[in-house]
């Protein structure tokens, strides 16, 4: 494409300086009849490019395809309901998302799909191409396919098409362009079809027109009762037939014209489904709507804008970004109804949303929304109400409006107090009702927790006491602070107090956090080396990786170890330490530095204690080697699970030198930017930009800082003076400086 450009616009040169907007014509419809092999710019997406930065180039959607990476591959726009994607058989846990790098074999294009999880599920409302109404799977090549944000496009052989994906927050859009030698343009719709711990218990084409289809798939996998309901348009008409066991043949009339299928998803009908269609796809131009995707994206992805002369890095940066906004997932439909926890239709007022992964996403996901996505943020809190008022808790891990009570704690307090501490939620008292209730329930081991003050070993059926004990805490925390803003001074003290509970596991002949009885002993034998997934006193991990979970009392840790000096030998010793864990241990156990396991999120916030004892050179030595050895521009490029957007978000705020330890309120530690500027939007016109002088990869530790113009001596920056706008200029040196070391500039 980039040849022939270059050969018409010196063919056209005099013309060019004849007539400036003939030339300009020719080129913008150059750009048309290229968009699709090129990823989809039209004039529209030109002219877009005056007002925004292209970003979109920078993304690699590629990256964490492989290895443990679980990321989707395919069209969507940012949150959005439907993300249209290539479909593979389901061979394991690599596959959670349904596509993994390794793999050649396709089943079909599915309109949803989940994006680094650990448990596979979704897939719903698939089409697969096919030579005859007996195939089921077709290969494919990488070589063959193209990707860039919200165009997917792959060229099959048997049969001979060339397929293009694009979607838009409740719709996908696919076109199939059959090759010469083809006799007929036939798709099969597959309702049966799903992916991992997916089965469909209730599916059905419910109506048909010549060139119109309306169905339902009702499925039981992780989430429990899913409901997706379906309305599907084609460009010219087609003959249906049922084929049995959940498959239809759908024969198109011309095969010699690209076959077009619009599709309108929804959770609440059918009807809503159609209406979401017509709403977001209302004609046929797929150029058009590939190129409002791709200025989707960019709206989302010009909130933040780097400097730096690392091209890899640089398409990392843009590659987390895009990962973290494909979930949250919107859950409303275009005419405000959504389907609540309780499996009822509601009318909202407010954009719904699922897809929680908070175990996962309240430790560097969500505080980043908090920075880039605060018009997202009272919806989101009213989501969470909604959650808490309809099923009688805070989510834990939301899908489809299903909670699965995935992953161990109470993840979503830490999100909503963060929410409602940095002004955000207009309900504080149902924010803090919900909080509250949540974390006085009997169920999931908060019982034994108001009895015994802690989780034994011995009374917990369903183990890892200690991740669950130390999860807790930071959350009673998190409620302790809203009690506090609030004025519930009895409220704020029995959970300030709860909040302590993690001292409890805390052995100080060991130093580790360990398991303890009801008789008040420490599990024995003890290996703070071991793990056995699912079935000892940590989730995911060991002792080793356990011990720092303390992030809302950092200071309060330090003391359990009897000094600074005995906390930081400890903290050395997990970048240095190994040893054997089992055979049994969890693979999220992974991106190892010593026994800090970057690749399971209960590390994240470990490398930035080292500011708290006054030592930040060691952390910046640390986050570059992380940075640089657990983030790859392949598809193999993370370390460990994507985590439906933590692990990436933890990348993008570390990147600029940033990340939030304390589970809410506000207080990023400042690390090692690697970047020579990164300006945030951070809203209402201002922009927080982080400007590094003499950066480089020795140049990695902070002299000095100035915000705004004067001197800056903490470690540490808080979210209003991010907010506020302005200009932090730190420093860089090859070694390290006094910066951050005094007791007063310490977080």
């Known amino acids: 494409m980039i040849t022939v450009f270059f050969l018409i616009f010196a063919e056209d040169n005099n013309a060019f300086y004849c007539n400036l907007n003939i030339m300009r014509k020719k080129l913008i419809n150059l750009f048309m009849m290229t968009c699709v092999i090129a990823g989809g710019f039209t004039q529209a997406s030109f002219a877009q490019q005056a007002k925004l930065s292209n970003l979109t180039q920078f993304v690699n959607p590629r990256i964490g395809t492989g290895g443990h990476g679980h990321v989707f591959l395919g069209a969507n726009v940012p949150f959005g309901y439907v993300q249209l994607g290539p479909t593979e058989p389901s061979r394991g846990w690599d596959w959670c998302s349904g596509y993994h790098h390794s793999d050649s074999v396709l089943i079909g294009f599915g309109h949803q799909h989940l994006s680094g999880t650990g448990i596979g599920d979704l897939g719903d409302v698939a089409f697969l191409p096919v030579t005859d109404a007996n195939q089921k799977e077709i290969l494919f090549s990488h070589a063959n396919e193209n990707v860039r944000p919200g165009y997917y496009a792959v060229k099959l052989q048997q049969p001979n098409v060339w397929v293009e994906l694009t979607a838009t927050q409740r719709a996908g859009f696919q076109r199939y362009t059959f090759g010469a030698d083809a006799q007929q343009a036939q798709l099969v719709l597959d309702l049966k079809q799903g992916i991992g711990w997916d089965a469909a218990k209730d599916y059905n084409v419910d109506k048909i027109t010549s060139t119109t289809l309306a169905g339902h798939r009702f499925s039981k996998g992780w989430a429990n009762d899913q409901k997706a309901f379906f309305f599907a348009e084609f460009s010219q008409p087609v003959t249906v037939k049922s084929l049995g066991t959940g498959r239809w043949l759908i024969v198109a009339a011309d095969v010699t014209k690209p076959l077009m299928v619009k599709t309108g998803m929804s959770a609440v009908s059918a009807e809503n489904a159609q209406l979401n269609l017509k709403k977001e796809i209302p004609g046929w131009d797929f150029r058009q709507v590939v ?380 690390g090692s930017p690697i970047f020579d500027k990164a300006s945030v939007n951070v809203g209402k016109g201002k922009t927080f930009s982080i400007i590094c002088r003499d950066n480089s990869k020795e140049n990695m530790y902070i002299q000095h800082i100035k915000l705004n113009g004067k001197p800056y001596t903490k470690s540490y920056i808080m979210y209003n003076d991010i907010m506020k706008g302005g200009t932090l200029e730190i420093q860089m040196g090859s070694q390290p400086s006094k910066w951050g070391t005094r007791p007063a500039d310490r977080p």
């Open 291 to 670: 190129a409002d995707a791709d200025e989707a994206w960019n709206r989302e992805l010009n909130k933040v804008n780097i400097e730096t002369t690392d091209s890899a890095s640089r398409r990392i940066f843009y590659t987390a970004m895009y990962h973290t906004m494909t979930a949250p997932s919107v859950f409303s439909d275009v005419n405000g109804q959504y389907r609540g926890a309780d499996g009822k239709v509601y009318d909202g007022n407010f954009t719904n949303y699922t897809t929680l992964s908070l175990w996962d996403t309240y430790r560097a996901a969500h505080p980043l929304m908090t920075m880039i996505h605060t018009d997202m943020l009272p919806d989101m809190a009213s989501t969470f109400i909604n959650i808490y008022r309809q099923q009688g808790q805070l989510p834990v891990w939301h899908l489809m409006g299903n909670e699965t009570n995935c992953m161990v704690g109470n993840p979503g307090i830490p999100v909503l107090a963060d929410m409602v501490l940095k002004g955000y939620v207009q309900d504080k008292e149902g924010a803090y009702e919900a909080m509250k209730h949540s974390a006085l329930r009997e169920d999931r081991g908060l019982g034994l927790l108001k009895k015994y003050g802690y989780l034994p070993y011995d009374k917990e059926k369903t183990k890892e006491t200690v991740a669950k004990g130390l999860e807790y805490a930071l959350a009673d925390a998190c409620v302790a602070k809203v009690a506090r803003m609030l004025g519930k001074k009895t409220d704020a003290k029995y959970f300030e107090k709860r909040a302590k509970s993690y001292s409890t596991y805390f052995d100080k002949e060991t130093g580790f956090m360990r398991g303890i009885g009801s008789d008040g002993k420490f599990r024995t034998p003890f290996n703070p080396f071991a793990a056995e997934h699912r079935d000892d006193d940590y989730t995911e991990g060991n002792a080793w990786q356990y011990t720092w979970l303390v992030p809302h009392d950092v200071h309060g840790l330090v003391k359990l170890f009897g000094s600074e000096q005995k906390f930081v030998t400890k903290l050395d010793s997990l970048f240095i330490v190994t040893g054997n864990m089992g055979d049994n241990a969890s693979p999220d156990i992974s991106g190892l530095i010593g026994q800090y396991a970057h690749g399971n999120e209960p590390s994240h916030h470990v490398l930035y204690m080292y500011n708290y004892v006054g030592q930040p050179w060691k952390g910046a030595r640390l986050l570059r080697q992380t940075m640089n050895e657990m983030y790859k521009d392949d598809f193999d490029g993370l370390s460990g699970n994507e985590d439906v957007g933590q692990m990436s978000a933890w990348y993008v705020l570390s990147s600029m030198g940033l990340y939030q330890v304390e589970p809410a309120g506000g207080k990023y530690i400042i």
